[in-house]
């Protein structure tokens, strides 16, 4: 007898029920192979309405379970080990650490099938924010992710302010982007939009600090997204040339973008940088 739902017990006891079709999603989104190299990128479960991103939370508790690939399954960077072992079967786990308790499921968490079950439904509303935008803590979520936004801005506003065009470009640029999507980093974040806005936070607050300060932080992220793709010359390339290309996307290129372009190649130590810069002309019209 073939039951079109599962279900898993919150641990205030609560039963919460899905359908067979969203719990399959849930499992093939923690159990494909893990993408490589370097990604730890893979795309979102979507929720019933086939649109939104699932947000997956108790409808008695009303707190969110956290199902998510990089935060549940993947091994952590540092200790080599996952963070949230496998719940009991038919359970949803809780995972604490200094900052805060998280619910989470893991394949083995559901059932088939519904059991005492009162109201039960997927919450459909825009995740909780656990996250403060205070730069303590944009720092303590800070992602490689988040280094290639910072290089993004800092090349798009060395001249002076992005202006909001710009930045939507930009933001849309990057999330066409599939190999710098491929080389953003979760490392437990996975919102690309709060990635992004923390970036963008953070970078505008380098720039209350002068443009010395805001290149001391680019020359920091560059070895870092180096250090992070082993200094992989051809992923480095491509990433340069994605970054280029968002340089370009308003078809001009200013001094200022030009000096950061060749501090990136300089930095990366590429020798493919040089000559797509060659010939070109300033939008000022100062040669380069
Ligand atoms: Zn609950």
Known sequence: MPSKEWSVQCVCDEIIVIS????????????????????????SVKSEDGISTLDLSC???????????????????????????????????????EWEETMYVTPNSWVKGKRT?????????PRKSRHSNSLQDIMQRWTMGHSLYYIQFALAGIEGVIDPKEMNLLKQRMKENKVLQDG????????????????EIYYNEAVKHGKAEVVRIL????????????WEKMILSLLYTQIFDIAMADGEIWSGE???????????GLDIGIPLLKGMTDASGRGI
């Open 219 to 230: 020359r920091d992220y560059l070895t870092r997204v180096a250090e992070s793709h082993n």
């Open 258 to 268: 030009v000096e950061v372009l060749q501090m990136i190649v300089d930095e990366w």
């Open 59 to 97: 409808n008695n508790c009303d707190k969110e379970i956290e199902y998510r690939w990089n935060a549940v399954i993947m091994e952590n960077p540092h200790t080599k080990k996952r963070d949230m072992q496998d719940t009991k079967t038919g359970h949803v786990g809780l995972f604490k650490d």
């Open 117 to 125: 079950v009162h109201k039960v439904k997927i919450v459909k509303r």
């Open 20 to 43: 067979e079709k969203l719990r399959n999603s849930i499992v093939d989104h923690q159990t494909a192979p893990a993408p490589f190299p370097p990604s730890l990128w893979r795309e």
């Open 184 to 199: 953003l980093g979760n490392e437990g974040y996975h919102d690309e939009e709060k990635r992004f806005i923390d970036a």
